[in-house]
């Protein structure tokens, strides 16, 4: 094999299924954008590749390139197993979400290092945070940093509306408590006044003062900054909830696993 077919690169998993009798296909995340690609004999008992190829690992790889099919990776090694998000479910359907948000909205070929360290990143802080709220914070400033990556960054600072033919622009503080509303078609907030004005439009969500103020700090402050964010759990499940509907007109489908997160979180209740 000659050397020049061969090139390194630093990957995450995000998929993998199996392939043949001993082969696995894996999606990756990697700075020099989202690729597919073959492991040979992983499945098999002595593969000394396997243990490196675990779904949401971040591993360092040399493949070689093909012209017919999916490149091939010759050598693979860890750098971070990130085992606690295929051992504790929680943290494992947060992954799932993170990794199936960064597939749907980047194409193969696409997206660089910017993308491959906002997703290194979120899945390493990931494994550490305590449950529940910072865990939540942590999606929810993930969404917005994938969203600036790949075009579709939220105004949270100015009012998105248009009245009589023209653009509202209002900027929008911290004070008042009337509601606000979230337009995804237009891409970020509606000011009390253009809310009224759209509420009965199909795609329009009401939004609480409280909620946009947590959407801009998780659209500015750092993953552990957030963590002190003080947030009530019913803001926290309102944000989400305007979050998802968001990305979800953005991708004109349902986010299966974010369904699923709900369904678990309904289940942890009862
Ligand atoms: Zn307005």
Redo the contacts with the bound molecule.
């Keep these: 094999m000659s050397s020049e077919r061969l090139y390194r690169t630093e990957a995450i998993i995000i998929h993998r299924r199996d392939q043949g009798e001993a082969d696995r296909v894996l999606a990756l995340c990697t700075p020099l954008g989202k690729m597919v690609v073959i492991a040979k004999g992983v499945r098999k008992l002595r593969s000394r590749k396997a243990g490196h190829l675990e779904l949401f690992a971040h591993a360092r790889l040399v493949l070689a390139r093909s012209r017919s099919s999916w490149d091939v990776i010759t050598q693979a090694d860890t750098v971070e197993p990130h085992a606690a998000l295929r051992d504790d479910l929680v943290r494992g359907t947060y992954a799932r979400y993170m990794v199936e948000l960064y597939d749907r909205f980047v194409a193969e070929g696409e997206g660089g290092e910017p993308i491959f360290d906002l997703v290194r990143r979120a899945l390493g802080y990931l494994c550490q945070v305590e449950m529940d709220r910072a865990v939540s914070l942590l999606a929810r400033a993930y969404e917005q940093r994938l969203l600036t990556l790949v075009g579709f960054r939220p105004e949270w600072d100015r ?5 009589e033919g023209h653009a ?3 900027p929008l503080g911290a004070e008042g408590n009337e509601a606000l509303g979230l337009d995804p078609e237009r891409g970020g907030v ?6 009224q004005a759209n509420r009965k439009q199909r795609t329009v969500l009401s939004l609480s003062p409280a909620a946009l103020d947590l959407l801009r700090a998780c659209q500015r402050q750092s993953f552990a900054r957030l963590q002190s964010y003080p947030a009530a759990p019913a803001l926290l499940v309102e944000v989400e909830r305007a979050m998802l509907h968001y990305v979800t007109y953005h991708l004109e489908q349902n986010v299966r696993s974010g369904t699923f997160l709900r369904r678990l979180r309904r289940e942890d209740k009862n």
């Design positions: 009012c998105v509306g248009e009245r509202c622009g209002r509606l000011c009390p006044e253009c809310y």
